[in-house]
């Protein structure tokens, strides 16, 4: 059995459904990307991993137990944290407020301290920050909060949806370069990206989705240089 | 979401007709039985004056299981051993609520006469309703001068009015300065902002021009007030000899102990037997309230006959000592009794003309401070006579004690004016 | 002059803290709570017993009345609104909700009257309802007492906000729900403490109150509206808001009667609420997402 | 014969439509029709509520300032200028949708909590005004103390009667044409862009819908009806008070037939006043004498239990219950 495992779940928002029989594993410390264009299902896959949505059918195993019916701060106690799509940082608490909110949990919180160093060791230019109010940081200070963040959590599996939307490309490139060392040390990563180019250069494996299905999957490098992807992608 | 609605609708009418049939069943089957007076009663057991209808309520009940209880109605006449039921409604105070009640009792429930409603505002036009249909309508408490005086033949009012009211009030004011060879010259008034204290006001403004009296304060505060400092300062500042006030429950209990916390203390202070009648004033204000003049048409230590053994009564069965409210229900539901039991019948036409026919005066009615229970024309009790007590120490406990007329006086008992420690 | 001057910024300041529970609730849940006044009656009848039943000081009382006002705002919202707000949550203006705190305010003051009647009551605690003087001005101690609970709390609740673990878990939810449930932070709880937090509040001012005032089953209803022109006016959801437009109020209420008849001076109060809403809708202090 | 669903329907309308209007035939006890009178006034001013509240997807809880003035234009053109109180409802009726245009104006920008809010102290400002007014110039506007309007004897031109049965028709045409109206409105141009507008105010602006103008066109028509019941109330409480014609309870309870019978349908209003009003009259003639305060505690307990089990009003199990109904009838006829 993987680490994580979801097999064959539909999710649907009210009556509209977003994902048919989607199953996806992933394997421990491996980077995944999940790929796709703009309304395929990637948002709502990590959603309904981190426990904000609930799978109509199918299931999703992480650690040989069953998570698809418990709530996000179960999920999160559990290891899994999600680092949601345009940061969603606490605007009117300040940068070392909010790296503490992503300890909140109770395997994280004694170490708060501890771990905060690491994040600052990551992001020099938080420990600069961190007094001022989230609100007031520039884009790429704001996603560096939003990693932060995430890693205050010490989570098991860290998963980040589209860490590079509104990044100008060198900070892009810094931002992967982020997200390649976290996972160097050990943590699971799971990546949403829209700028597939960035994010298959980090990954180990890919899932490609369309309209709700999954419609290719496999080894990283290798779907970047599969023309169906180039060409549904990259406008190559 | 609005695609057509009329067949929805159309259900709801059905719905509507079945509502009605069931309600007619209940309300049917629930008074079927002949052979008993029915009176309906329409009180605020609810809301914001709810406690004076809840006591009036009590003592009704207690005459009520009494009388039953003694077989009822002895007379010759359709009414022979008939008993009394009584119905209560809520008006939660509110006026379209008390029409309401009054269209259902007298349709709904059939009722022979209807009395209430303790508040002006409900009284005024629920009696208008009962008029129209000629059922009759005792009003033992409100004191709005409109409610009689508009040709209605079945409306009787045992409370006096508000201009007895007034007009008393100051010639109790002329009686203290004569008396106490005191020269009074300004008056402040301070009334709460409703049809009650605005009709007071009203008659005083008028009053005070006509004995001569100079008006130096005249504030109203709004019920919903929550804090009556802002008007203790005022009155303060304006040091008039003397207070005249009408206010509700609550509202009295402020004034009195604000006034006292900040040392606000006219020659005297006049109120209205409003909230200041309430058992619960001097319960709640005791030496604050000291020495404050009340007016009342009713007052536990006049000396009348059978008070002593009424109130240890109704005091076993109720927990509570009679008092104001709870003898104007009492005076209320003696005058209906006595004038059915001369009837025999419940025909309003017979029921007014004993009513204006009738001077009761022996039994329950010996215990106001008026002689007798007398209507006019016009349904008023004649000589509902009133009289002012004042707060006073007597042992350890804070009482009202009558003071004027002087030979309705407590005996050891005279009008302390102006209070000690005035400004 | 002096003296009201004084007693508006003594009543304000209790205005205020009757406020400040509602102005949390709405911070971090974006609800108002109608039932306001009626947890501000259970917190004076609370009050009432505990000093009838034990004889002693009102304020002694907070020791009960904190507790119990708490745990009935924290229950309320777990059994009776969270259901409705659950439903409601994707809902931009969360209607139902308010409905349900109307119902829950029906409820308890119609409880209250079928409890313990419809009488009025009061303390009587000569020590402190006498006015005193303060360098020739007239307040009664009960007022000072209550003028300096009222900072206290606020100022408490204040530093909870701000440094304990749970005050920013309140803060951060308040901010983002669904990113402060990403942090693992259970939202419904938050809300629970909240809730309770913001009874607890009423129940103080309730203990604060009750020695110049009075307690009878619908007495909320008064203080209720007072307080949605309270927290409007500070800025919804701001506690220092809340307090300076506690004392705005008072203010208006206690110098402007003096110029004016007393019975006018609400009407002032609306209208300036009204021109602040058109001109300023979030207050003078309102800042959204932050207290 | 063989009926669809459509004809079954139809035949219903008309079945309840005659049952309604003959009520008064059969029901000789005029404590009923009072009732019946209560809820159809109450269902009118739902109905009225609804424009704004319903559809336009904001929560007014002010509107009693609406009956109020239109209770006190027509009460005081009749009683001081003996002016027609049917001219005077009209005139309440404009002058009130003209205020409700001037508060819609700026209060429409705010939202949520802000107008509920906004619209509390709207009503409760006007309510304190005629509360404090006493005279204006040598209009007698009663302050506190509220108008009376002395019974004349019976008159069309004075809107007076003993009998309620006049009120219960006029108040039944009132609704009837109201209802009309609402139907007509909402399956108008108008009535897309309200709806569209109340749930999803910037979408609708994006498609260039003027969300602000329909709004107001709502508050006005919302505002002229409510005002109109007001001078119905006026003319058969034959007395007006600020504290019965402006309270907030008043508003309150407006506000709360409405949502638990569904806001923003047309049947809602309807369905909210026929559960509530006789419920709390029944409960109050029957418990209310008993233990005050019980019937009110159980108006709040039905508050919150449908809130939480049926938070779109009771319309919508009510009207699944009555289609399934049909259908069987339909099934029935067939077989």
């Known amino acids: 059995m993987s680490f994580l495992e979801i097999a064959n779940i539909d999710v649907a928002y009210g009556d509209i459904e977003v994902l048919f029989d989607v199953s996806l594993y992933i394997e421990k410390g491996e980077v995944l990307s999940v790929i796709g264009a703009n309304g395929a299902g990637k948002t709502t896959t990590l959603k309904t991993i981190s426990g904000l949505l609930h799978p109509k059918k199918g299931s999703i195993i992480f650690n040989d137990k069953r998570i698809d019916n418990l709530s996000p701060e179960i999920i999160v106690e559990r290891g899994i944290i999600h680092v949601p799509e345009g940061r969603r940082l606490f605007p009117f608490m300040s940068v070392e407020e909010n790296l503490e909110m992503g300890s909140y949990n109770s395997r994280a919180y004694d170490d708060r301290f501890e771990t905060m160093k690491k994040v600052f060791d990551l992001f020099p230019r938080l420990k600069e920050r961190r007094r001022q109010l989230a609100g007031t940081l520039s884009g790429g200070e704001r996603q560096m909060v939003a990693v932060g963040r995430g890693l205050m959590a010490k989570p098991e599996i860290l998963m980040f949806d589209e860490p590079s939307l509104g990044l100008a490309p060198i900070l892009v490139k810094d931002m992967m370069t982020a997200i390649k060392e976290i996972a160097d040390k050990g943590t699971t990563i799971i990546l949403v990206e829209q700028n597939i180019h960035a994010s298959l250069n980090i990954s180990n494996r890919a899932y490609v989705l369309e309209q709700g299905y999954v419609v290719n999957n496999g080894d990283a490098k290798q779907l970047l240089d599969d023309p169906s992807v180039q060409k549904a992608f990259l406008g190559i | ?423 | 002059m002096g003296s009201a001057i004084l007693n508006g910024i003594l009543m304000g300041s209790i205005y205020g803290l009757t406020a400040v529970g509602l102005t949390l609730i709405f911070g971090v849940l974006k609800v108002i709570n109608f039932a306001q006044g009626a947890f501000l009656m259970s917190g004076l009848f609370a009050t009432y017993w505990f000093v009838k039943f034990t004889g002693t000081n009102p304020y002694l009382a907070l020791v009960v009345v904190v507790p119990f006002t708490y745990f009935m705002g924290y229950y309320i919202q777990k059994f009776l609104i969270k259901p409705v707000f659950e439903s409601e949550k994707d809902v931009r203006e969360p209607i139902g909700v308010i409905i349900v705190t109307t119902g829950i305010w029906y409820m308890l003051d119609n409880l209250a009257l079928m409890l313990f009647g419809a009488q009025y009551r009061t303390i009587n605690v000569p020590s402190v309802s006498k006015a005193i003087s303060i360098f020739g001005l007239y307040a009664p101690l009960s007022k000072i007492i209550g003028f300096f609970i009222s900072i206290t709390v606020s100022g408490l609740l204040f530093w909870f906000l701000k440094y304990s673990k749970m005050g920013k878990a309140i803060r951060a939810t308040s901010q983002d729900r669904e990113a402060a449930s990403l942090m693992g932070i259970n939202q419904y709880k938050i809300y629970n403490v909240t809730f309770g937090i913001g009874t607890a509040i009423c129940g103080i001012a309730g203990a604060v109150l009750l020695p110049f005032y009075y307690v009878y089953p619908t007495v909320g209803m008064h203080l209720d509206i007072m307080d949605f022109v309270i927290v409007v006016l500070g800025g919804l959801g701001s506690i220092p808001g809340a307090l300076v437009g506690g004392l705005i109020i008072g203010l208006i209420e206690s110098v402007g009667s003096q110029f004016i008849a007393y019975s006018w001076t609400i009407e002032v109060i609306y209208i300036i609420f009204l021109i602040i809403l058109f001109v300023k809708p979030s207050g003078l202090f309102g800042v959204k997402g932050e207290f | 014969m063989k009926f669809s669903e459509k004809q079954i329907k139809l035949i219903l309308l008309m079945l309840s439509a005659i049952v309604v209007f003959l009520i008064p035939v059969f029901i000789k006890n005029q404590g009923y029709i009072q009732i019946f009178i209560v809820v159809m006034f109450f269902m009118y001013i739902a109905t009225a509520w609804n424009f704004v509240g319903g559809f336009a997807g904001v929560l007014p809880l002010g509107n009693a300032a609406f009956i109020a003035i239109g209770a006190y234009t027509s009460t005081i053109l009749f009683v001081q200028y003996g002016i027609s109180p049917w001219v005077g409802m009209l005139a309440g009726g404009i002058i009130s949708a003209i205020i409700g245009i001037i508060i819609g104006l700026p209060t429409f920008k705010l939202r949520g909590a802000y107008f509920a809010l906004a619209t509390i102290a709207f009503g409760e400002g006007i309510k304190v005004l005629f509360q404090n007014i006493d005279k204006i110039g040598s209009v007698n506007v009663g302050g506190a103390r509220g108008i009376l309007i002395s019974y004349s004897g019976d008159s069309f031109a004075n809107f007076q009667w003993v009998s309620r049965i006049p009120y219960y028709y006029i108040i039944l045409v009132m609704l009837i044409i109201l209802l009309a109206i609402t139907v007509f409105l909402m399956n108008s141009k108008m009535g897309y862009y309200l709806i569209a507008g109340g749930e999803d105010p910037e979408a609708a602006a994006s498609l260039g819908v003027n969300v602000a103008k329909y709004k107001l066109i709502a508050m006005a028509l919302s505002a002229f009806f409510t005002a109109i019941a007001g001078t119905f109330y006026a003319q058969w409480i034959l007395y007006i008070l600020p504290k019965s014609v402006g309270s907030i309870d008043l508003s309150f309870e407006i506000a709360f037939i409405a949502i638990i019978g569904g806001r923003g349908t047309i049947i809602g209003p309807i369905l909210g006043a026929l559960l509530l009003k006789p419920l709390g009259e029944l409960t109050r003639t029957y418990l209310g004498g008993a233990l005050p305060g019980l019937h009110l505690f159980i108006l709040g307990l039905i508050l919150v239990l449908v809130m939480i089990y049926q938070p779109r009003g009771i319309q919508e199990v009510l009207t699944k219950i009555f289609n399934r109904f049909v259908k069987k009838m339909v099934t029935i006829k067939r077989s």
């Not at chain 2, 009704?60 to 009584?86: D, H, S, T, W, Y």
């Not at chain 2, 008029?131 to 309508?137: A, L, S």
């Not at chain 2, 026919?357 to 016009?378: A, E, H, I, N, Q």
């Open chain 2, 1 to 423: 979401m609005c695609k057509l609605n009329w067949f929805k609708f159309s259900f709801s009418l059905m719905l509507f007709f079945f509502v009605t049939l069931f309600s007619g069943a209940f309300v049917n089957s629930a008074n079927a039985q002949k052979k008993e007076v029915v009176i309906g009663n329409i009180l605020p057991l609810s809301g914001p004056s709810a406690s004076a209808g809840v006591e009036g309520k009590k003592m009704r009940e207690f005459i009520v299981k009494q009388f039953n209880a003694n077989g009822g109605f002895e007379c010759k006449g359709e009414l022979n051993g008939a008993k009394i039921k009584m119905i209560y409604l809520d008006t939660k105070s509110n006026p379209t609520v008390g029409v309401t009640d009054v269209q259902q009792l007298i349709n709904g429930d059939n009722v022979d006469l209807i009395t209430g409603a303790w508040n002006s505002g409900v009284t005024y036009p629920a009696s208008q309703v009962a008029e129209m249909h000629k059922v009759p309508f005792v009003v033992p408490v409100s004191v709005m001068d409109r409610i009689t005086g508009r040709g209605f033949k079945y409306l009787f009012r045992i409370a006096a009015k508000d201009s007895w009211w007034t007009r008393d009030q100051f010639r109790f004011i002329d009686y203290l300065a004569k008396k106490t060879n005191k020269k009074i010259k300004t008056l402040g008034l301070v009334y709460i902002n409703n049809d009650f204290g605005k009709s007071f006001d009203d008659s005083w403004l008028k009053l005070a021009k006509q004995h001569g009296y100079k008006v130096i304060l005249n504030e109203s505060y709004a019920e919903t007030a929550t804090d009556l400092t802002p008007v203790v300062l005022k009155i303060k500042s304006a040091k008039p000899q003397i207070l005249l006030v009408v206010s509700d429950a609550a509202d009295a209990i402020l004034l009195q102990n604000t006034m006292a916390n900040y040392d606000v203390r006219p020659w005297a202070v006049i109120s209205s037997g409003g909230g200041q009648a309430d058992p619960a004033f001097i319960k709640n204000t005791g030496k604050n309230a000291d020495y404050l003049f009340d007016m009342s048409e009713w007052a536990p230590d006049m000396n009348k006959p059978g008070l002593k053994e009424l109130n240890k009564k109704f005091k076993k069965a109720y927990g509570i000592d009679v008092n104001g409210e709870t003898m104007d229900a009492y005076v209320g539901m003696h005058t209906i009794i006595a004038v059915l039991k001369k009837t025999c019948s419940t025909n309003p036409d017979k029921f007014r003309k004993e009513m204006l026919r009738s001077k009761l005066s022996t039994g329950p009615f010996t215990v106001m401070s008026y002689p007798y229970v007398k209507f006019d024309k016009d349904g008023q009790n004649v000589d509902a006579g009133l009289i002012l007590v004042q707060v006073r120490k007597v042992g350890n406990k804070y009482e009202r004690v009558t003071v004027w007329p002087e030979e309705d006086a407590r005996a050891g008992f005279k009008v302390v004016f102006p209070q000690p420690n005035h400004y």
